[in-house]
C-alpha cells in the first residue's frame, strides 16, 4: 500500500439473504481524499460503510486502514476511524456524554480534549447535548451528537453516512466546515450521501453504486 493510502478496500463481498450487497467493491482513498457514494436507497452504500468501520464482517476481501487490516488487526484498524452512521441505527442508552466517553474508551483516547475538538464540541452545540440521552434527542441533534464522537482523536479516515440528513442549517454549514478543514489536514473522507447541494460543496470524488459494485470511481 502506497505511503499515504489511508483506506484500501479490496474485493469486499456480502451477501444478506439471497443477495449480494456488496460483490467484489474496490475502493482506494489517500489523505486529503473525500469519496462521495451515491445511489438508489437500499443500493448497499451503508451497508459499505458498515463493513468499512468493522460494525459488519465480510464474508470475503479486506480492508485496510492507516496499513493495519481489519481482518488481521481489528483493534488497530478501528482505532484510525470515526463513523458516524445515518443515526437511524440501534445506539446504546447512553447520554451523549457517555457515547463519547465510550468512543474515546475504544480508541484509547485518555489525553484531554484538543483545542480543535473542543471548538467543534461548540460548534455542534454538543454542551447542551452531553447530559441527554442519545435515544431522547431528536434526529438532527442525534446527528451532532454523533459526529462529535466520530472526530474525536482526529483520525485519519472519517466515515459519514448521509451526514447532511436531519441538520438544520446552521448544521449542514458546519458540517461543510468540518469536511474541509478535515482534507486541509490530510483526513480522507467517505461519505455516502443523496445530497446533491452537499455533494457540489464538498467536492470529490464520485462514486455510484450499482448493483453491489462502484463504478465511476
Not at 469486499?12 to 482506494?28: M, P, Q, S
Not at 463519547?100 to 480534549?113: K, N, P
Not at 452531553?130 to 459526529?147: E, N
Request: net charge neutral.
Amino acid at each position: 500500500m502506497a505511503p499515504n493510502t489511508v483506506l484500501a478496500v479490496t474485493n469486499a463481498r456480502k451477501r444478506l439473504g439471497a443477495r449480494a450487497v456488496l460483490d467484489g467493491v474496490e475502493l482506494r482513498c489517500e489523505a486529503h481524499d473525500i469519496a462521495v457514494i451515491q445511489g438508489p436507497n437500499g443500493s448497499g452504500k451503508s451497508t459499505l460503510l458498515r463493513a468499512i468501520s468493522g460494525a459488519l464482517d465480510l464474508d470475503a476481501g479486506d480492508v485496510v486502514i492507516a496499513g493495519h487490516s481489519l481482518r488481521r488487526e481489528p483493534t488497530l484498524a478501528k482505532e484510525r476511524l470515526g463513523y458516524a452512521p445515518d443515526g437511524l441505527e440501534t445506539l446504546p442508552d447512553l447520554r451523549a456524554s457517555e457515547l463519547l466517553a465510550l468512543v474515546r474508551g475504544l480508541r484509547s483516547l485518555r489525553a484531554a480534549l484538543t483545542g480543535d475538538e473542543a471548538e467543534w464540541h461548540e460548534r455542534l452545540g454538543f454542551s447542551e447535548l452531553a447530559p441527554r440521552r442519545v435515544l431522547a434527542l431528536s434526529f438532527g441533534q442525534r446527528k451532532r451528537a454523533l459526529l462529535v464522537a466520530a472526530i474525536s482523536g482526529s483520525p485519519p479516515l472519517l466515515l459519514l453516512d448521509e451526514p447532511s440528513s436531519g441538520l438544520d442549517a446552521s448544521g449542514v454549514e458546519a458540517l461543510v466546515e468540518l469536511i474541509r478543514l478535515g482534507q486541509q489536514r490530510g483526513r480522507c473522507h467517505v461519505i455516502t450521501t443523496n445530497d446533491a447541494e452537499l455533494a457540489a460543496r464538498i467536492g470529490g470524488r464520485r462514486h455510484e453504486f450499482h448493483e453491489g459494485r462502484l463504478v465511476g470511481s
